[in-house]
Nanobody, 126 residues
Framework: VQLQASGGGLVQAGGSLRLSCTAS????????MAWFRQAPGAEREFVAG????????LYADPVKGRFTISRDNDKKTAYLQMNSLKPEDTAVYYC????????????????????WGQGTQVTVSS
């Protein structure tokens, strides 16, 4: 599967953005999906994940209550709604797909993910 992330941009603190990750190929509904981010000079970190059915989500503590991950399997797209953005959210955001053979919760560890999008820049100004 190939992943295309979009929706990044420049926003003021307190603002919102919605990222999209559109997949090409088959069997999108058999992948758990996740968003990771990488700030300059920092390691890539988990942001949020969603199970293949959308029934289970997982969030990193810094984004809980502000970000929402969702998916539309018919459109082969995963989303990350980001509200109340902070300057520390500034990073390149990557979507990733994890092939799973059963209904399991999303994993927060990046090596679990088989496919990655190209990244989209999110910049939050203070």
């Amino acid at each position: 599967v190939q992943l295309q992330a979009s929706g990044g941009g420049l926003v003021q603190a307190g603002g919102s953005l919605r990222l999209s990750c559109t997949a090409s190929g088959r069997f999108f509904s058999r992948y758990n999906m996740a968003w990771f981010r990488q700030a300059p000079g920092a390691e890539r970190e988990f942001v949020a994940g969603i199970s293949r059915s959308g029934g289970t989500t997982l969030y990193a503590d810094p984004v809980k209550g502000r970000f929402t991950i969702s998916r539309d399997n018919d459109k082969k797209t995963a989303y990350l709604q980001m509200n109340s953005l902070k300057p520390e959210d500034t990073a390149v955001y990557y979507c990733a797909a994890d092939w799973v053979i059963s209904s399991v919760a999303p994993d927060s560890r990046s090596p679990q993910y088989d496919y990655w999008g190209q990244g989209t820049q999110v910049t939050v100004s203070s």
